[in-house]
T-cell receptor
Framework: GQQLNQSPQSMFIQEGEDVSMNCTSS?????WLWYKQDPGEGPVLLIA?????ELTSNGRLTAQFGITRKDSFLNISASIPSDVGIYFC?????????????FGKGTLLTVNP | EADIYQTPRYLVIGTGKKITLECSQTMGHDKMYWYQQDPGMELHLIHYSYGVNSTEKGDLSSESTVSRIRTEHFPLTLESARPSHTSQYLC?????????????FGPGTRLTVL
């Protein structure tokens, strides 16, 4: 099956710094999604990308759908303490007849005030 | 954004008990999913449904079962809980027409089997 490699596995940064994380795949996807999960809660959808090369922003978050359709990036600018959590990428390939997502293993973000 | 609810949020039970984890959504989404997640780890799809009376097993084998008798309700049942079932269980839903791939998650049920 399809697999996603998400990196880095964890990040420790100072408040105010910018953050970058990415996901790569050996096969193409038609949709990339980025989620954030707070401790003890379910993942919350941050950004959805539907087109190769697409760059989408949501406040301080910016995500890009790689031109090869095999990768995606998430950037967080001017981090704040509430950005702490686990960030998951997820991809979907529409060639099949299902709507299942393939999830990355997550990036744990810690922000030091 | 979907409103999706899970109960209970936390459950501690003894080995051998039968349990049902409830999941309901109020957005009329036709697709619903169950994931299993160990703390801080990746999500594993264990069941999904594309509509009433439709259920399928996911990518991770699970001893649990599901049913979909009503659009809004997708309960998960364990007939005889074991310590190996200790995990977080997340329910999600997505709609068919506009954004069928975007899944919206409930808050999860953290299950501990003693």
């Amino acid at each position: 099956g399809q697999q996603l490699n998400q990196s880095p596995q964890s990040m420790f940064i100072q408040e105010g710094e910018d953050v970058s994380m990415n996901c790569t795949s050996s096969s193409i996807f038609n949709t990339w999604l980025w989620y954030k999960q707070d401790p003890g809660e379910g993942p919350v959808l941050l950004i959805a990308l539907y087109k190769a090369g697409e760059l989408t922003s949501n406040g301080r978050l910016t995500a890009q759908f790689g031109i090869t359709r095999k990768d995606s990036f998430l950037n967080i600018s001017a981090s704040i303490p509430s950005d702490v959590g686990i960030y998951f990428c997820a991809g979907h390939y529409s060639g099949g007849s299902n709507y299942k997502l393939t999830f990355g293993k997550g990036t744990l973000l810690t922000v030091n005030p | 954004e979907a409103d999706i609810y899970q109960t209970p949020r936390y459950l501690v039970i003894g080995t051998g008990k039968k349990i049902t984890l409830e999941c309901s959504q109020t957005m009329g989404h036709d697709k619903m999913y169950w994931y299993q997640q160990d703390p801080g780890m990746e999500l594993h799809l264990i069941h999904y449904s594309y509509g009433v009376n439709s259920t399928e097993k996911g990518d991770l084998s699970s001893e649990s079962t599901v049913s979909r008798i009503r659009t809004e309700h997708f309960p998960l049942t364990l007939e005889s809980a074991r310590p190996s079932h200790t995990s977080q269980y997340l329910c999600a839903s997505s709609e068919f027409k506009r954004f069928p791939v975007e899944q919206f998650f409930g808050p999860g049920t953290r299950l501990t089997v003693l």
